[in-house]
């Protein structure tokens, strides 16, 4: 399917936004809630078990962590999702080093890899931008770009 609405991108593109939108937006919610919910925990621990108390303190963290981690996931959607061309084809492509290059645009780009910040943050990826793409990388153990066989 590559029918295209007034010239842009296919019209099925602004319905797959529309979709990680509302369920971005709801993952989001009920993130917010775990995390206020947990807030509170936190602040009545000092009534807990002082052994409970940090698996508390740990689970604030983590679950602080995963609203990032969500709206990294989020972000790399919604750069997918931007980089589908008129003819319905990504303009995706590869990159020396097993990396890819998202083509975006320059607010989307910018976006994304802020994002994707918590995800660099903790494996052996790299997300930069250049021009209005974005450029991810999967480094080896070394923390080195591997050497790519295309």
Excluded: C, Y
Excluded at 3 to 20: I, K, R
Excluded at 48 to 60: I, M, R, T
Excluded at 62 to 88: M, N, T, W
Excluded at 96 to 107: A, F, K, L, W, Y
């Amino acid at each position: 399917m590559t029918e295209t609405g007034n010239g842009d991108a296919p019209v099925w593109v602004p319905v797959l936004l529309e979709l990680s939108r509302t369920a971005g937006h709801d993952l989001r919610n009920a993130l917010n809630g775990l995390v206020v919910s947990l807030e509170v925990v936190r602040s009545r621990s000092d009534r807990l078990d002082p052994q409970v108390q940090p698996f508390v303190a740990q689970a604030v963290d983590q679950s602080e962590e995963s609203v990032r981690l969500a709206e990294g996931s989020i972000a790399l959607l919604h750069l997918v999702l931007s980089a589908v061309d008129s003819d319905g084809a990504l303009r995706i492509h590869g990159e020396p080093g097993h990396g890819v290059r998202i083509e975006s645009t320059e607010e989307e780009a910018v976006r994304a890899v802020k994002a994707l910040g918590p995800f660099t943050a903790r494996s052996a990826v790299t997300a930069e931008m250049r021009d209005a793409s974005v450029i991810l990388r999967v480094l080896d153990k070394a923390g080195e770009t591997e050497e790519s066989n295309d």
